[in-house]
């Protein structure tokens, strides 16, 4: 970042999900002990090698002797990070391994410690940080066929002119061999000392602030959208009643989680290029107005239909007797509704 005159941001994702990430935009570049494919080189391009990584597999030190041979895993339960040149390993050269495939290599060493599996692929720096750190861990004698792969970064395929600079901060890292430096100074941070709260305190706070700021909006907006399907659900166009009524089912039939994607996905394919955070409050609008409706619809029934029957004969119009008579006893009935809808966005 550096070298090429930019401010670095990272953003940690599940291995599996990288390619997808670079493909739609969401990242400039993916550093993530990647090795070139032939179906990972049809979709990105790749820099020249900064490492050249071996494969091991870790255990528990009273197990890493049983481990000599691919042969010697019959049933035994492996872990490995989902969509890696590792899970490939294991399944097809640990014979008779039982695999379990997880998004971070941080769940697999906790499920290794608590004896759910006897054994991990890791690429050898990795393993060495562990093994470095944590005594009853031991690198195993196991060999792979052609286990040291190149490691690169990936990039999008029409981005020349980061390639060729990337590329040259690799040449430089290289030459001055700084990638040892590099590797010590990742593992001192990897298990550096600190208590909870210094470590995570920033993140619940961050996610505190996200979660007030993302009900706020999505109950705000959602009561304005809301209110416009309650009024379109009670008009006389059938268009009108039916935009309203589908939308509205479809909504609460569906997961948020679910309508988070489409939202977040579905604006990059259009070319929109929204960030997580405006995505999420789109979605949470979307979502919380078809449930608004309901309450809004549900409170202007709750009110007598003779009171609207005498601000008509009161002379009051339509909209005048909605405005001025119905709307008003609506609101103070849905009030607690309401406030409920709240508690639910924030939870969601």
Aim: contains cysteine; positive net charge; glycine residues 6%.
């Amino acid at each position: 970042a550096k070298d090429i005159g930019v401010k670095l941001k990272i953003n940690e994702m599940g291995f599996d999900a990288l390619l997808g990430a670079l493909k739609t935009g969401k990242v400039d570049m993916i550093i993530s002990g990647m090795s070139e494919t032939p179906e990972r080189a049809k979709q990105v391009t790749f820099s020249k090698p900064y490492l050249h990584v071996k494969q091991v597999v870790i255990a528990k030190k009273e197990d890493a002797a049983k481990f000599k041979t691919s042969a010697d895993y019959e049933g035994v339960a492996v872990g490995a990070q989902k969509q890696t040149t590792q899970e490939t390993l294991a399944h097809n050269e640990l014979f008779g391994a039982k695999v379990m495939s997880l998004q971070k290599t941080t769940d697999l060493v906790l499920n290794l410690q608590n004896n759910k599996i006897k054994a991990i692929v890791l690429e050898k720096p990795v393993a060495d940080a562990y093994v470095q750190q944590n005594k009853d861990f031991a690198i195993t004698k196991t060999s792979f066929a052609n286990s040291t792969k190149p490691t690169a970064v990936a990039m999008p395929k029409d981005a020349p002119a980061l390639t060729k600079q990337v590329n040259k901060s690799i040449t430089t890292i290289n030459q001055k061999g700084l990638m040892t430096k590099y590797k010590k100074d990742a593992n001192a941070l990897m298990f550096k000392k600190s208590s909870f709260f210094q470590q995570y305190g920033s993140y619940f706070l961050k996610g505190t602030l996200y979660t007030v700021e993302l009900a706020v909006v999505g109950v705000c907006f959602g009561v304005i959208l809301g209110t416009m399907l309650a009024f379109m659900t009670r008009s006389k166009n059938w268009l009108l009643k039916a935009v309203a009524v589908i939308y509205i089912e479809f909504i609460r039939g569906t997961p948020l989680l679910i309508q988070v994607f489409i939202v977040f996905f579905g604006a990059q394919m259009l070319g929109l290029g929204l960030s997580a955070l405006i995505s999420s409050m789109i979605a949470v609008s979307l979502n919380s107005g078809a449930y608004v409706a309901e309450i809004i619809r549900s409170g202007i029934n709750s009110v007598k239909v003779g009171q609207l029957e005498a601000a008509r004969s009161l002379g009051l119009t339509q909209t005048a007797s909605m405005r001025y008579v119905v709307l008003p006893q609506a609101i103070k009935n849905i009030l607690p509704a309401l406030g409920n809808e709240f508690i639910t966005v924030l939870k969601d």
